[in-house]
């Protein structure tokens, strides 16, 4: 072939950082993707400014219920409560997904390994907040945790933290009672966290980790870091995280608020407060004996606790309630069973429970 029928090929410079091709794959798809999310966020707003109106059209224009019937109170706060906090927990389960790319559980172990008692607490509290966690991961965590070199109060300081104030709940608790409440349930669950790690670390319980998970040895010498994820692949774990958290707990979401709209339509006023007032000296230690064995999720009982609010139990109870049901849950005290022996299992339990108590005590007399 002669050089004059030869294909002629202009190169480009590629710009400092990042090879032609992958400018060429990313750009654009950045671009639709901001767009989708705009798209996104909008009909999530014009969805969630409906609620209310289609609500009370459900109610007594296609149901025809009479307004102010006990039975209509129960629907109307079913229909806007159960839409409301599931539109909330898909917005927040993806903001939460999406940051949670920057704190893996390998990250949160690495910060909290070498830290000393009482500093290593406060930072384990804080990581407790934005890591994931679940009880079904208690066991993995704890054993990462061990093999990092983390002390053991430290360690249950995060155990505490990471279900009693995770993040749905708190964005979910702003939403349905402001930020008072909120700030008052973050820092109660946090000092609680805090407190107990450090107290649990200070009686020298180790030898009431069953010995396998010492016998594990302390983990290997990290490998090469993973590279940073584009933000593309941060959006989809975004996605992914909703469809797995909300596909798992929206049975949970519902049935908490059924009964708390059966609590809001048919127990009379002044019945729960004559039990959980803040003048019964018996109702924080009932409301955490009546937590303890549930298993819920933060966004499953936060319309629980607001019903309660409705008809008079006190805040403080009604906190502790909450942090009894999210943060004592009989699930994970089981499942911790496989690395902890029943003895610490007991201190940890009853460590963060009079905490609970402490805290709705407090509150009962502030608020």
């Not at 990581?127 to 430290?154: E, N, R």
């Not at 690395?339 to 502030?366: K, S």
Request: include cysteine; charged fraction near 15%.
């Amino acid at each position: 072939m002669s050089a004059s029928r030869l294909p002629t090929i202009a190169v480009v410079p590629a710009p400092a950082g990042a090879p032609p091709a992958r400018r060429r794959r990313i750009l654009p798809e950045g671009r639709r993707l901001a767009g989708l999310l705009v798209l996104g966020l909008a009909a999530w707003t014009a969805l969630y400014l409906a609620l209310r109106p289609a609500a009370g059209f459900l109610t007594h224009r296609v149901l025809g219920l009479e307004a102010g019937s006990r039975l209509a109170e129960s629907v109307a706060f079913f229909l806007y409560d159960a839409p409301k906090v599931l539109l909330l927990l898909v917005l927040v389960v993806f903001v939460v997904g999406t940051v949670r790319t920057f704190f893996t559980p390998e990250r949160s172990r690495r910060l909290l390994a070498g830290r000393r008692e009482a500093a290593g607490n406060v930072v384990a509290a804080g990581l407790g907040v934005v890591t994931p966690f679940c009880s079904c991961s208690a066991v993995p965590l704890f054993l990462g945790f061990v093999k990092a070199g983390v002390p053991l109060g430290v360690t249950l300081s995060f155990l505490v933290a990471a279900p009693m104030v995770n993040e749905v709940a708190l964005v979910m608790l702003l939403a349905l009672f402001g930020w008072r409440v909120t700030l008052l349930y973050l820092s109660a669950g946090l000092a609680t966290a805090i407190v107990a790690g450090w107290v649990l670390g200070r009686l020298r319980l180790e030898r009431h980790v069953e010995p396998w998970v010492h016998a594990a040895g302390p983990g290997g010498a990290a490998g090469q870091a993973a590279p940073a994820p584009a933000w593309a692949e941060r959006v989809e774990r975004g996605v992914l995280e909703v469809r797995e958290v909300v596909g798992r707990i929206w049975p949970y979401v519902v049935a908490g608020i059924a009964v708390g709209a059966a609590i809001h339509g048919y127990v009379p006023d002044g019945v729960l407060a004559a039990y959980l007032g803040g003048s019964a000296w018996w109702s924080v230690p009932l409301a955490v004996l009546l937590g303890v064995p549930m298993y819920a999720s933060g966004a499953g009982i936060v319309p629980v606790v607001q019903a309660l609010l409705d008809k008079g139990v006190a805040l403080g109870t009604a906190l502790a309630f909450m942090m009894a049901v999210v943060g004592l849950s009989l699930p994970e005290a089981i499942i911790l069973r496989r690395v902890l022996r029943p003895p610490l299992i007991g201190a940890f339990v009853g460590v963060v429970a009079a905490g609970i108590l402490l805290v709705g005590y407090l509150f009962n007399l502030l608020a």
